[in-house]
């Protein structure tokens, strides 16, 4: 697997125009996390250093084709004193495979400050590293990720809320040290925070087996933050219907800081023949 200072390293290719490198996969679409990553990375590049980018919202239109690079065509919505707006879009093919927004904050503001605390978890040096038990199933998926680090926390041991439809509780880090540039730490978790949300839908229906694909994609970040350090993943899916379902995530460091949160509504299709490789197909 390629690490992720390559997969986020885009080109500019014109003004305003960049080009993200494919890398060999195993996946027959290309991951959301890498075309959501390289979209904010090609936004990042068009706004001064001042901003930092604290929203972005996007859409998954197309599969990507992973074997081809994608371009990324960024449009200065707005340059404003304290806000800056970008909407980027990735293109394979001639198609719109990928739509955001992405919005930055300058640096110096202040105002009040509070956070939801950090729920009662195992730490993640109590959970054993699965790099290397994976089942077949898993392996489709995370061998992808090898270079990350994924701990799900055992059902068994969770503190749950009668009041919540689903919870999964998920610590990660990116294995390797990564550049103190937090423009790097942003994209990483921009990339990182496709991974096991969509699951967390699952964890009401054990036996099902759903066509999963992400459909849109919303971040918010709070608090600087490394992506090299453990982080958790506080995920919860407060509803699925009609063959999609809708998850939510926080996400701590390890001091109980609340550095970003998410929002995705991803495809829970059921009720017809899935593919072979359920993870490698977006067929909507």
């Known amino acids: 697997m390629a690490a992720i200072e390559d997969i986020l390293q885009v080109e500019r290719i014109e003004t305003d125009i960049y080009r993200g490198p494919a890398f060999p ?38 599969p990507g084709n992973p074997d081809l690079p994608a371009v990324f065509l960024v449009d200065r919505i707005r340059d404003g004193r304290s806000f800056v707006t970008r909407r980027v879009t990735g293109i394979q093919n001639g198609e719109a495979i990928f739509m955001m927004s992405a919005s930055f904050h300058v640096r110096t503001d202040q105002g009040y400050e509070h956070q939801d605390r950090m729920p009662p978890v195992l730490k993640p040096t109590e959970l054993p590293d699965r790099l290397d038990d994976f089942s077949a199933e898993e392996r489709a998926v995370f061998k992808e990720w090898q270079n990350f680090d994924i701990r799900i926390v055992p059902r068994e041991h969770l503190v749950t809320s009668d009041y919540f439809a689903a919870q999964q509780r998920v610590w990660f880090r990116y294995r390797h040290r990564l550049p103190d540039d937090q423009v790097f730490h942003v994209g990483t978790l921009a990339y990182m925070s496709d991974m096991t949300l969509l699951g967390s839908s699952k964890v009401p229906h054990p036996d099902a087996n759903p ?25 919860t899916s407060p509803s699925a219907d009609g063959g999609r379902a809708l998850t939510q995530g926080r996400i701590f460091d390890l001091s109980g800081r609340m550095v970003a949160a998410v929002t995705q509504e991803g495809l829970a299709r059921t009720g017809r023949d899935m593919p072979a490789d359920q993870h490698a197909r977006r067929d909507r």
């Open 25 to 62: 996969s195993h996946l027959q679409r290309t991951f959301g996390g890498q075309v959501a990553g390289q979209a904010l990375m090609s936004a990042t590049r068009t706004v001064d250093d001042e901003f930092a980018v604290h929203s972005l919202h996007g859409y998954f239109l197309r």
């Open 211 to 235: 066509q999963v694909a992400s459909l849109d994609h919303a971040m918010w970040f709070m608090r600087p933050f490394r992506a090299d350090d453990w982080l958790l993943y506080d995920q």
